[in-house]
């Protein structure tokens, strides 16, 4: 955790969970918790009771970090789970104080649900954009309605759809979080494939994908445990990958990562002139006993 090392106080509340493009921002909690909480597959924030950060003590970190510790980040990612839950009134007021406080700040960041965006105007979005909000990474998981029913995510593919757009039309960056394997083997394909709808109708500038994780203690690894979720195998991740990839056609500019800890297989490219060579070296992986035995072992993965 970046914060840790620039000789401050142990300010964060544990756990703290961030994209890997943050790993070297400055981690601010807004919020604690996850307002929703529900997620089948999800267990970050299960021993941590979602709350809303009180603004004076926000304000008195920042200014400490700021004003005692000098800290001059080009880079903050408001945590924790989806902070952007807060009002479009507690945004402004977070956003106008780092503004302030951090002069050099040039991209703040966010993880956002679709129900904390449907709770939003347009008018609120772009005041949000406009007073320096600008990369949200947003937790799709899936673009298959009978996948996010499943895993009680809350909300439908179409609602995603609409969120996203209504976040682009208001300047946002937009950075959608899948996750492969979260319809288990009995929907890997509609997931895969309608996944890669979702996504094309989207054409955001980012995608991330992840790769499900059984964690001990949720509702999904329970299921798993009964033998109601039987989940893909490394070999069947990267046929759903390959599916995934094969349809996401209709990209203008998308940079894509698989660079989270939970992924047999790191791969980067931008989907509009890298997806054929991405496919290809899925395939190479695919047709190689060996490679296959260098993928990423399980106990090497995580969240
Ligand atoms: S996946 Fe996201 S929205 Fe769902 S419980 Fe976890 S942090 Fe909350």
Known sequence: MPPFSFGHPNYLE?????????????????TLGCSHNRCTFC???????????????????VEQLARKYKLRPKRIFLADGDAFVLTSTQLLEI???LTKEFSDVERISIYASGTNVQRKTDKELKEIREAGLELIYIGLE????EVLKQVNKGITNDEHITMSLRLKQA?????PIIILGLGGK?????????????????????????????????????????????PL??????????LLLDRLT???????RTNHASNYLPLRGILSKDRVQLLGTIDRVLDDPQIMSRLRPDYLRGL
Not at 171 to 175: I, N, Y
Not at 234 to 242: A, M
Not at 250 to 256: E, H, Y
Request: glycine share 4%.
């Open 233 to 242: 195998d490394p070999v069947e991740i990267l046929y759903e990958l390959r």
């Open 171 to 175: 300047g946002f960056t937009l950075s």
């Open 43 to 61: 267990g970050s924030y299960r021993t941590k009771q979602f709350k809303v950060k009180p603004f004076n003590q926000f304000r008195e970190e």
């Open 14 to 30: 544990p756990p703290v969970f961030r994209p890997p493009s943050e790993a070297n921002s400055l981690i601010l909690q807004a």
């Open 250 to 256: 209709k990209l203008t500019n998308c940079v894509f």
């Open 186 to 230: 009995s929907k890997s394909e509609q997931h895969a494939i309608n996944t890669a709808v979702t996504i094309n109708a989207i054409d955001p500038p980012y995608l991330a994908a992840l790769t499900l994780m059984l964690v001990p203690g949720t509702e999904l690894h329970t299921q798993a445990q009964r033998g109601e979720f039987q």
């Open 95 to 97: 956003l106008n104080l």
């Open 142 to 145: 899936s673009g298959d309605d």
